[in-house]
């Protein structure tokens, strides 16, 4: 069997560069992932030949890359923030954009005993995220599909970070079984895409669960059931942080709006697309 070298490994992009934006960057992320090493390794022994064993888990994921599988898929992991989450089919994998919503909400609340819920969590990774930036929170984190919550729960435990609880049901419902009715916020990234949207045909969300993605009402479904279900848990001048689409912004201010919430604004992403919508509920506010 001919060998192979991380420096001949490193020049097979070209198969990629039809199904990905980034083939050099996939490939590195592959070979890290086989030698269990950091990219600086690549680069540092580029004559290092694989093994077998190594040069025919390459092969195999090079394939798998080919057919469009996803990268965290493949690998079983993502980065997101500081951390690396385990991820797998059952839930959505987590995107740069949604850094995003963890800076709006860190801006939102100062470190403090406050107490925060993510709705729809899937891998945990804004819970995380938050509870890694702010240890005094108490975060609790729902996702109504069981594997998705046995997925954050795993991340959980395995990055240390005890003050997450992560429930199984639809948005607010498990708090308010629980009694966890008085918020200082709730943030999510629900499902936000339009049923007919095209790119739901492209890419990496061709092998995510739809139930993730997409939403009815050209997508504002769920926020606008997240919205009318977090008055009955959120305390009076409690925040709700949506991530949504880059073109959402006005029917998700006039969603939160239309429920009473005040102080609505929102937030570009870094390629200055609008990404993230806040409102406070202010019941006094609503009273006047």
């Known amino acids: 069997m001919t060998a192979l ?7 097979l992009s070209k198969p990629l560069e039809q199904i990905s934006d980034t083939p050099e960057l996939d490939l590195q992320l592959l070979l890290q992932g086989v030698l269990d090493k950091p990219r600086s390794y690549l680069y540092t022994w580029p004559e290092r030949e694989l093994s077998e064993s190594q040069r025919q888990q390459f092969q195999d994921w090079l394939q798998r890359r080919q057919n469009g599988e996803p990268i965290a898929h493949i690998l079983g992991q993502r980065d997101f923030w500081t951390l690396t989450l385990a991820v797998n089919p059952t ?27 993510d709705l729809g969590t899937g891998t945990g990774a804004i819970a995380l995220a938050l509870s890694s930036e702010r240890p005094k929170w108490q975060l609790y984190a729902t996702d109504r599909v ?103 912004r006005e ?26 919508s806040v409102g406070q509920w202010l019941p006094a506010a609503n009273a006047e």
Request: glycine content about 8%; hydrophobic content about 40%.
């Open 5 to 11: 070298t991380i420096a001949q490994a490193l020049l």
């Open 91 to 117: 839930t959505l994998i987590p995107r740069p954009d949604t850094e995003r919503l963890v800076e709006v909400a860190l801006e939102l609340l100062a470190d403090g005993p406050h107490k925060v819920a």
């Open 146 to 248: 069981a594997e998705a919550v046995d997925l954050a729960r795993r991340n959980r435990d395995q990055l240390g970070l005890t003050r997450v609880e992560v429930f199984q049901g639809s948005w607010c419902q498990p708090l308010i079984e629980q009694g966890l009715t008085s918020m200082d916020m709730i943030v999510s990234n629900p499902p936000y895409i339009d049923p007919q949207d095209k790119h739901l045909g492209e890419g990496d969300v061709r092998f995510e669960p739809r139930s993730a993605l997409v939403a009815d009402n050209s997508g504002m479904a769920d926020i606008e059931a997240i919205s009318e279900q977090a008055l009955a848990c959120l305390k009076p001048g409690g925040w709700l942080v949506f991530e949504h689409g880059y073109d959402q």
């Open 251 to 276: 029917s998700v201010q006039a969603c939160l709006s239309q429920r009473g919430y005040s102080n609505i604004k929102t937030f570009v992403d870094l390629g200055d697309n609008d990404r993230v």
